[in-house]
């Protein structure tokens, strides 16, 4: 539709302020055809995918390309740029830093008969203040590939910071006519004058020539600069010499952008804009090849950039870095130390090292602490068995450490610290691997970083965590790996974020069946069902297990249907996740999502169907709606089976979505059958709690399988109705 993606990259070009991109391209919910193996993209059917991104754009340049070199065999590659930018279509609102030259136009490239060099006037950056600014000339020259002579009309076109109009004078053109000869090239001149003007910024537009219905565009631009200083960084290692080996960043705080501060000799300037930063370098120390070498982490939360301003990044004033465990056994595999900075508009950046031992590693503050919602440093590290494939523990740590970076960090960690969980791991997929990831979630939102352990299963794990200011999430992920090494996932459990108790060992089942949905905590507002003013949002995960893990699944068809009064509203080629905007009344509603999975025997169909009501929700909060789940939690063995030919008890619960108003149940049945679904069979019910039961199963002699059903109504009128085909294993 000719509009800018807000994915898609803009310049000006790092370093001189010049014109990029050359060209924008299609580039969202483009349908290509799909690998044999990819697992990339949006299926449209069996051969075809929908794609969005730079992937997507670049094929339609290129082939703009091929056709005009199948036209033109013996041109060069710089031709081939200037037609594909001379015929693209501007848009009039973009600017040269967000189009270039403007959207590739094919069918108007193969008959573009003029075009210029350069393909894109760049003037570069006028110094602030712009008083004493001298004009810059540059010339463009037009080439006419054309039988005949074409007598062009110039003009410029473009605007300033805001969308302001172009002053008379900024961009000025040499002559406002040009005849160039069949074959030939005429010249002239275009002059941008800074000292005109009323903003400072980016002014960029366009050199328009036109001769009858035929156009060429050239993109201009110029940086104008806001009031800017030079910001000087010293680097200092620790011998106090100056040291080109260091990686340092510049992080705006005003507003969002990041320079790359470079020095040939240990003292880099950058030219930024007056503001507020913050500053992260990274100082090596000089180590004989293939050794790890030292590493000193400095952060400056914030600097103020009013006038020139000096800083020193100086190793010397950092300290080490050490974190031991009780067990001497384990190694650290993964150390992570980081800044993390938060500007004004919300942007956030994370900046530190990944290391593999704390040898020689060390930490510094530098300038003032700033507060925590400005900056908070982690220091992280994740420890198994030297070889960690299916190692069996795990030791994951995490601290924050808000408003500075620490000058040096030393925690000895006893058992005594630590909470001891263990993860037992049941089921398995045949062909499968499986790899798990924890994840610290610090009472700051930071982030942080894993290891991708493999991870034997069935089997289990025992894990150590740290708890003071700090919950754990984690996954376990099961598919094939590919021939570079990666997993491609089939399915995959969560945990929601849990906190622990130092001292104490607790014990997790993962993979146990059966895979229905649930209804985790919720973490962000829109999570499980919602309904935000007029629009009902549903996210919830249909192949959790049976400890409540939730999970998701490659499935061979899946959807997710609404109706309201008995009338179709929309549906979703997902399961468990859809979005439908509705009319504000009160009306009945019945959502229905279902899935269907063929490479396990179990699971193998999943549907969910809920009756409920809701009307327009005022205000910015979303609403939880009335709607539960059934929970089956039979005690099955390690491979998801249950002994044939014997009586069975299945605890039964359930379960509110958190947030919804309450309600009792009134009601609930739950069916069984043996046949995969054909017949089913009501089972005894025993009520146990106020929303647990026991069914009271007799399972038949052989193999084979169980597949459940319920039903549950509550005494607001609210319905569910769960299927589960092939929930457990029959041996």
């Not at 019910?685 to 052989?702: E, F, K, N």
Request: charged letters at 20%; a neutral charge.
């Amino acid at each position: 539709d000719d509009e800018l993606a807000d994915f898609s990259s803009r310049g000006p070009r790092v370093g001189d302020d010049a014109v990029k991109p050359d060209i924008t391209a299609p580039g969202v919910d483009i349908v290509a055809a799909r690998s044999a193996n990819g697992f990339i993209g949006d299926p449209v059917d069996d051969r075809y995918v929908t794609i969005s991104g730079t992937s997507m754009a670049t094929p339609h340049v290129a082939g703009s390309a091929a056709l005009l070199a199948q036209q033109h065999p013996g041109w060069r590659a710089d031709r081939i740029k200037a037609t594909l930018m001379a015929a693209a279509k501007p848009h009039p609102e973009q600017t040269a830093y967000q189009q270039g030259a403007g959207r590739v136009d094919v069918a108007h490239a193969i008959t573009q008969q003029v075009t210029t060099d350069p393909v894109s006037v760049s003037f570069g950056r006028a110094l602030w203040p712009h008083g004493d600014d001298a004009p810059i000339t540059r010339t463009v020259t037009w080439r006419n590939d054309g039988p005949a002579a074409v007598t062009l009309e110039l003009s410029v076109e473009g605007a300033g910071p805001g969308g302001r109009a172009l002053p008379a004078g900024l961009f000025q053109l040499g002559a406002n006519q040009l005849t160039v000869p069949a074959g030939g090239t005429a010249a002239t001149t275009v002059t941008t004058d800074t000292r005109l003007g009323d903003a400072d910024g980016y002014w960029t537009g366009r050199i328009v020539a036109r001769s009858g219905a035929a156009v060429a565009v050239t993109p201009l631009a110029v940086n104008r600069e806001v009031e800017s200083y030079t910001l000087t960084v010293e680097h200092l290692n620790r011998a106090g010499e100056r040291t080109a080996d260091h990686w340092t960043l510049l992080l705006g705080m005003d507003t969002f952008g990041a320079w790359d501060v470079v020095s040939s000799d240990g003292v880099a300037s950058v030219r930024v804009p007056k503001g507020r930063y913050g500053l992260s370098g990274l100082v090596f120390e000089p180590g004989p090849e293939d050794e790890p070498r030292g590493m000193s982490l400095l952060a400056q939360p914030e600097v103020t950039v009013e006038r020139d301003t000096r800083i020193v990044v100086d190793a010397r004033r950092a300290k080490p870095v050490r974190t031991t465990i009780p067990d001497r056994t384990a190694v650290p595999l993964l150390i992570d130390v980081s800044g993390n900075f938060t500007a004004d508009d919300g942007s956030a950046y994370t900046v530190g090292l990944w290391a593999e031992t704390f040898a020689d590693l060390t930490s510094g503050q530098l300038g003032k602490p700033s507060p925590a919602d400005r900056f908070v440093a982690t220091v992280s590290s994740q420890w198994t068995t030297p070889d960690p494939t299916n190692s069996p523990y795990l030791y994951a740590l995490a601290e924050a450490i808000p408003g500075r970076m620490p000058t040096g960090f030393v925690r000895d960690y006893t058992r005594r610290d630590l909470a001891t969980v263990v993860h037992r791991f049941r089921g398995g997929y045949p062909g499968m691997q499986a790899e798990r990831i924890v994840y610290p979630v610090l009472e700051y939102n930071v982030g942080g970083s894993a290891l991708i352990l493999p991870t034997a299963v069935p089997g289990q794990r025992v894990e150590h965590y740290n708890t003071k200011g700090v919950t754990w999430e984690s996954e376990v992920s099961f598919g094939t790996v590919d021939d570079e090494g990666w997993l491609n996932p089939q399915t995959v459990l969560f945990s929601v974020p849990t906190a622990y108790r130092a001292g104490r060992t607790v014990q997790e089942i993962w993979n146990q069946g059966p895979y229905g949905p649930s209804f985790p905590k919720p973490r962000w507002p829109h999570q499980s069902v919602t309904r935000d003013g007029d629009t009902i949002v549903v996210d919830v995960p249909i192949h959790s297990d049976a400890a409540g893990h939730p999970g998701g699944s490659l499935n061979d068809s899946a959807q997710t249907k609404l109706w309201r009064n008995g009338k179709l509203v929309g549906e979703s080629e997902y399961a468990g996740y859809g979005e439908f905007t509705v009319p504000p009344g009160k009306a009945d509603y019945r959502l229905v999502t279902s899935a269907k999975r063929s490479f396990t025997d179990l699971s193998t169909e999943v549907e969910s169907s809920w009756t409920f009501r809701s009307r327009h929700v005022a205000g910015d909060t979303p609403a939880r709606l009335p709607l539960s789940v059934v929970r089956f939690a039979p005690p099955l063995r390690v491979d998801n089976s249950a002994p044939a030919g014997q009586g069975f008890v299945i605890p039964v619960r359930v379960q509110r979505q958190p947030g919804a108003p309450s309600a009792r149940v009134e009601k609930l049945t739950v069916d069984v059958s043996y046949d995969g679904g054909k017949t089913w069979g009501r089972a005894k019910l025993v009520r146990t709690s106020a929303d647990g039961w026991s069914a009271l199963l007799r399972h038949p002699a052989g193999t084979g399988h169980v597949s459940l059903r319920a039903t549950a109504r509550d005494t607001a009128g609210n319905t569910v109705t769960q299927r589960i085909i092939q929930a457990y294993r029959l041996r």
